[in-house]
């Protein structure tokens, strides 16, 4: 028990006698972020989801259980579970990434 409690204080000070931390700082040139694309928040009815944002593209079928539905719509995703949103997924390609 005291060799442990002697690692330990060792270790301690190690640390404390290695001086300030410090990192590395990366600099990135050219990034953009990511557009502002308005999508569907988590909890929403499919019925708000066609009134807010019209017709998707594509409606994908329900799939497993709980039952998952995807509509397409352009530059993003909304995933339903049931008939609410269960999350939305912005397309790479849409983010001009």
């Keep these: 028990m005291d ?26 040139e050219g990034i953009q972020s990511a557009p502002s694309i308005q ?14 944002y019209g017709e998707p593209l594509q409606e994908q079928p329900a799939v497993g259980e709980p ?11 909304v995933f339903f579970e049931h008939d609410l949103v269960l999350h939305s997924v912005i397309h790479r390609a849409a983010a001009n990434w």
């Design 3 to 28: 060799s442990i409690r002697s690692l330990l204080l060792f270790l301690a000070l190690a640390v404390a006698a290695s001086g300030p931390l410090s990192a590395d700082v990366l600099l990135m």
């Design 39 to 52: 999508t569907p928040r988590n909890g929403v009815s499919m019925a708000q989801v066609r009134q807010q």
């Design 67 to 77: 039952p998952i539905t995807r509509w397409e719509y352009d530059g993003y995703s």
